[in-house]
C-alpha cells in the first residue's frame, strides 16, 4: 500500500501540474486544518523585495469615477447568427482547416452548424495545454466543466490562460452539436481517434482554430488533495462572493439543511482544498464567465505557492509509480521540460483572457429548451490570436512593473491580484506612515509611449491622464502607486481593457 506521504506528494505534484501546465512543487506535509474562512486571514509579511525610493512630486488630487459591475445578461434570439469570418490578424497567418471532410459526417441538426474557422499557424515555441477540470471526484467519467488553454511560449518563457466557458454549443466533428464540456467524454464513449483527445482536439480546431498539443485532467478529489498537500492556497478576493455552499464537506448534498449561505468579503485568504473547490465551481449567484476568472487566480495562487517549494529531482520517481492518478497525454520528458521554465513563466508574468461578451450569442435548444451560448468568431477571434502571441506589457523581454506603496499589506495583495491579471509584476513597498486619502500613481518616464498607462489606471479606478510624469528612467519599475483610502479592488476585470 501507497503511503499517505508519497500519496500526497504524488496528488500535490499531478494537481499542481494540471493547473499550472508549467510547474512543479513539494509536498509541505500532513495536511492543514481547516481555517475559518468568513473572514479575512492576516498573513505573515511578504518576502516580496521592497526597493528604495527617491522622493516624488504626487500629482493632483482626482475622484474616479463610478465603477460600472453590472453582470451580463444574454438576450435570447430566435435566428443565431454562427457564420465565422474567416479573417486573419497581421501576426498570426491562418492556414486551411486540415480536416475538410468532417463537416460531412455531422447529422442535420435543429440548430445551424457554423463552419470551420481557419486554423492559426502556431510557431514551433509554442506548447498549446487544455486543463481539464472534471465534474466529479476521478476522471474515469462525467464532464470537462472547467477548460481552460494555457499556451505556454518556450523562446519568451511567458504564458497565456484563455478560459472557455462550459455551456458553448459547439459541433464536434463526426457526432452533432453539443455543449463543449461533452466533447471529451464522449470521444472516448465512441471510439473515437485518438479517443477523447482526438476529438477534443478537433473541436477547437474546427470552432477556434487552435490545435492542442496535450492535455490533463483532473477530478474534485485530486484537486482538493493538491491544494492541501499545498498547505492551502493564499487567493485574494478582490470582490464579495456569495453562493450556497455545504455546511461541512461529509454532509450529504441531498438533504437541504445541509446547505448555508456563505459569503467572502474582499480581503486574503489561506484556503484549503474545499474552500478552494467551492471558489472556483460557484455559479448561482454570478456566471460561467465570473467563475472562468476565479480558476485561473486559483491555478495563478498554486504556481505562486509551488515554486516556493521543490520537488523536481523526485519527479521521475513519482511521475513513474503514480502518473495513473491523473488522466493526461504528457511523457515524463515534456513534464521535466516544462517545470524548468516555471520560474522564468511566474517571474515574466502570467497573462489571463477571457472572451469577450460580445463573443457569445444566447440560444435555447429547440427540442430540450437547453440554454447554451453560441461563439460570435468576429469577436472571439482577436482573443484567440492573443492567446498564441507574446503579450504587449512584455515585448522587448521586460515585464511592466508597478511598485505599491501602502501601510497594510493585504491592500497591496488585492492590488496586486488585479495587476497580475494582465501580467504585469507587483512590488511592494511598506509605508511608515498611514494611506494617503487619495490613491496617486506616478511614470517613471519622460512621456507615457509604449508604458500603457490607460491599463494601469483602469486597474486602479483613475483616468490616464491623472498620471503623473517623472522622468526618472533609471527607477526600478515603471510606476508608482501609492494606495489611498479611497482604493476600492472590486474592479470589474471581465469588462477590461485589452493591450
Known amino acids: 500500500m501507497k503511503s499517505p506521504m508519497k500519496i500526497n506528494k504524488l496528488l500535490y505534484l499531478l494537481g499542481i501540474f494540471w493547473l499550472t501546465g508549467c510547474s512543479f512543487a513539494s509536498n509541505a506535509g500532513s495536511l492543514p486544518t481547516l481555517i475559518p474562512t468568513n473572514e479575512p486571514i492576516a498573513l505573515q509579511p511578504s518576502a516580496t523585495p521592497s526597493i528604495t ?5 504626487l500629482p493632483p488630487t482626482f475622484t474616479p469615477r463610478p465603477t460600472n459591475t453590472a453582470t451580463f445578461t444574454p438576450t435570447p434570439s430566435a435566428t443565431p447568427t454562427v457564420t465565422p469570418s474567416p479573417s486573419s490578424t497581421p501576426t ?10 468532417l463537416d460531412a459526417t455531422l447529422p442535420t441538426p435543429e440548430t445551424a452548424v457554423p463552419t470551420p474557422v481557419p486554423t492559426f499557424a502556431i510557431p514551433d515555441d509554442i506548447t498549446l495545454i487544455a486543463l481539464l477540470g472534471n465534474d466529479g471526484d476521478d476522471t474515469s467519467g462525467g ?7 494555457v499556451a505556454i511560449n518556450k523562446q519568451t518563457k511567458t504564458a497565456t490562460m484563455l478560459s472557455l466557458p462550459r455551456d458553448l454549443y459547439v459541433p464536434a466533428p463526426g457526432w452533432q452539436m453539443v455543449r463543449i464540456n461533452q466533447v471529451l467524454p464522449h470521444g472516448f464513449s465512441m471510439d473515437y481517434p485518438d479517443g477523447g483527445k482526438g476529438l477534443l482536439r478537433d473541436t477547437l480546431l474546427w470552432n477556434f482554430g ?13 484537486f482538493k488533495e493538491a491544494i492541501n498537500a499545498l498547505g492551502g492556497v493564499e487567493v485574494p478576493v478582490t470582490c464579495p462572493l456569495r453562493d450556497w455552499r455545504l455546511k461541512s464537506p461529509e454532509l450529504d448534498q441531498t438533504v ?5 449561505q456563505f459569503t467572502l ?3 486574503v485568504y489561506l484556503m484549503d482544498g474545499d474552500l478552494a473547490l467551492w471558489y472556483a465551481r460557484s455559479r448561482r449567484t454570478t456566471s460561467d464567465f465570473q467563475r472562468g476568472r476565479r480558476q485561473q487566480q486559483i491555478i495563478h495562487a498554486m504556481l505562486e505557492q509551488g515554486l516556493n517549494r521543490d520537488l523536481i529531482p523526485q519527479v521521475p520517481t513519482l511521475w513513474d509509480a503514480y502518473r495513473q492518478s491523473v488522466e ?16 522564468a513563466i511566474r517571474d515574466n508574468g502570467i497573462r489571463h483572457l477571457t472572451l469577450p461578451y460580445s463573443a457569445f450569442q444566447s440560444w435555447t435548444v429547440p427540442s430540450s429548451g437547453a440554454a447554451v451560448q453560441l461563439i460570435q468568431w468576429e469577436a472571439a477571434q482577436p482573443v484567440f490570436a492573443q492567446l498564441l502571441q507574446p503579450s504587449a506589457l512584455n515585448r522587448g523581454g521586460r515585464p511592466l512593473t508597478v511598485e505599491i506603496i501602502t501601510q497594510d499589506e ?4 488585492l492590488a496586486a491580484e488585479n495587476l497580475a491579471w494582465f501580467g504585469i509584476i507587483p512590488v511592494f513597498t511598506p509605508s511608515g506612515e498611514p494611506d494617503p486619502p487619495t490613491t496617486s500613481i506616478t511614470l517613471h518616464a519622460p512621456n507615457d509611449k509604449g508604458a500603457f498607462s490607460w491599463v494601469v489606471a483602469w486597474v486602479f479606478g483613475r483616468r490616464s491622464d491623472a498620471i503623473a510624469l517623472q522622468g526618472n528612467t533609471e527607477y526600478p519599475t515603471n510606476y508608482t502607486v501609492r494606495l489611498g483610502a479611497d482604493f476600492d479592488p472590486c474592479r470589474p476585470l471581465l469588462e477590461a481593457p485589452r493591450p
Do not use: H, M
Not at 92 to 101: R, S, V
Not at 256 to 260: A, I, L, P, Y
Open 328 to 343: 493526461t497525454d504528457l511523457g515524463l520528458t515534456a513534464v521535466l521540460e516544462l517545470a524548468a521554465l516555471a520560474p
Open 210 to 222: 487552435v490545435p492542442i498539443d496535450n492535455y490533463v485532467r483532473i477530478g474534485f478529489s485530486g
Open 92 to 101: 498570426i497567418t491562418p492556414t486551411p482547416f486540415p480536416y475538410p471532410n
Open 53 to 57: 525610493r527617491p522622493p516624488a512630486t
Open 256 to 260: 437541504e439543511e445541509n446547505w448555508e
Open 265 to 267: 468579503e474582499p480581503g
Open 143 to 149: 464532464r470537462t466543466d472547467s477548460i481552460i488553454l
Open 410 to 413: 493585504n491592500r497591496y495583495k
